[in-house]
């Protein structure tokens, strides 16, 4: 375990070099530059980087590059930064709790591309279609938000991060002047439906995204919202135009590819027989009659069940999480199994049980109906797990009801 721990820390003190190198050569003098020098010779562009294969990169990625050769400036704007904790249980805490600060920074071009390069991800640039005065307006803002005391945000995936505050930037500028482009995706497609177009090679990442995001993310998304994701940004922006005084000109000037693309996707799997699988283990150990297998065999279920009931509570309620919140997940994960684990081991049977076993199947029956109902959407995985529940519940349901009768009888 210790050197385990010596790795894990190694791996952690060279990931923070690295990150250091490539940000640290514009971070020494970023402050004196003045990038409102020589305006008529800057370009201010989008750039969207493609999906990667990395959990972290998944969704792709959105920054703002300033260019003006007269200064020798080539600059991107980046939003999705955050500090590196000494401790790392810390980190990971602060992480979990929704409380890990984001922050705006800003790196040399050379050294944002070099990542991008290696990954084979790939990287386009749109060039805004700017006057002097709104490149002088979008340099102001970005320097207002690069005072050492606007830099930090709280990150919210859905709503702000690094490509919502590109959207933000140019609604601040333009005003009621800009006219987004209508995709036709608007309206149409929940929070939930829209990532699961990206996690369809990562079936187990999906499923754990599922469980742990509530009904807050079952709403369907209006055009603004889509531009939480990089390629929707990329999209509606191809595509809108600015309207002043009567005259209209395209958001986007010109456009390039910096780094070619590169498909790269996991094979898809199925792991929805896995699921199937233990509802199917239940029920042979019910009908072959191995009472004392079943009940080891529930008591597992039950207890990892259990654990994921506790963990979900703990996201809704002892978190900064707006998205892990009303987490309708928890009317079959609930934590309260752990009482009919406690009355297997025991082999207690009292009215407490059954009143315990008539209110746990009446919970489990109302997520049933709520498969069809509820705002909340399920994934796939878990369906057969809640069949597995019932048929739990209901075998110690009769069982219960049987020795209480016959505690009777002989009493």
């Known amino acids: 375990m210790e050197i385990s721990l ?3 820390q190694k791996k952690f003190l060279i990931f923070k070099i690295t990150f250091l190198l490539i940000f640290f050569p514009f971070w020494a003098f970023s402050n004196s530059l003045n990038l409102s020098e020589n305006n008529e010779s800057t370009e201010i562009s ?4 493609d999906p990667g294969t990395e959990i972290y990169s998944l969704f792709g990625h959105s920054a703002l590059r300033i260019k003006n050769p007269k200064n020798g400036h080539d600059l991107v704007v980046n939003w999705g930064l955050f500090e590196f904790s000494e401790n790392q249980f810390q980190f990971g805490y602060d992480f979990a709790k929704g409380r890990l600060k984001y922050y705006m920074g800003i790196q040399l071009m050379s050294n944002f591309i070099v990542e991008y390069r290696r990954a084979k991800r790939g990287v386009r640039e749109q060039v805004l ?3 002097n005065q709104e490149k002088y307006q979008i340099i102001q803002l970005l320097e207002e938000n690069y005072k050492p005391e606007n830099r930090k945000y709280r990150y919210e995936f859905f709503y702000d991060n690094c490509s919502s505050r590109l959207r933000d930037i140019i609604k601040k500028v333009f005003k009621e002047n ?3 482009y209508q995709s036709p995706k608007s309206n149409k497609f929940t929070f939930r439906e829209t990532i699961h177009q990206y996690l369809e090679s990562f079936p187990w990442l999906k499923l754990g995204i599922d469980l742990v995001l509530g009904k807050k993310i079952d709403v369907l998304i209006n055009n603004e919202n889509l531009m939480f994701l990089p390629l929707n940004v990329e999209q509606i922006f191809d595509q809108s135009f600015i309207k002043k005084n009567g005259a209209k000109k395209n958001l986007i000037k010109s456009k ?10 996991n094979k898809l799997s199925n792991i929805g027989l896995y699921s199937w699988t233990l509802l199917a283990i239940t029920l042979l150990l019910i009908v072959f009659k191995f009472d004392k297998v079943l009940g080891v065999w529930s008591s597992l279920n039950l207890f990892i069940i259990g654990l994921l009931g506790v963990f979900l509570v ?4 002892g978190t900064d999480h707006n998205a892990t919140k009303i987490n309708f997940n928890l009317l079959w994960a609930s934590p309260f199994h752990f009482i009919l684990i406690y009355c297997l081991i025991k082999g207690s049977w009292t009215n407490f049980t059954y009143l315990y076993l008539i209110l746990s199947l009446i919970l489990i029956f109302t997520t049933i109906l709520f498969w069809f109902t509820l705002t909340q959407e399920f994934n796939s995985f878990v369906k057969p797990i809640i069949l597995e529940l019932v048929i ?12 209480i009768n016959l505690g009777k009888t002989n009493g």
Do not use: A, R
Request: aromatic share 26%.
């Open 46 to 49: 989008v750039l969207t980087c």
């Open 256 to 265: 390039n590819i910096l780094v070619e693309s590169f498909e790269n996707k």
């Open 6 to 8: 010596q790795k894990m």
């Open 129 to 131: 279609n700017l006057s």
């Open 392 to 403: 739990i519940y209901y075998y110690y349901f009769k069982k219960c009801s049987f020795q």
């Open 314 to 317: 703990f996201m809704w309620i």
């Open 178 to 180: 800009i006219n987004f």
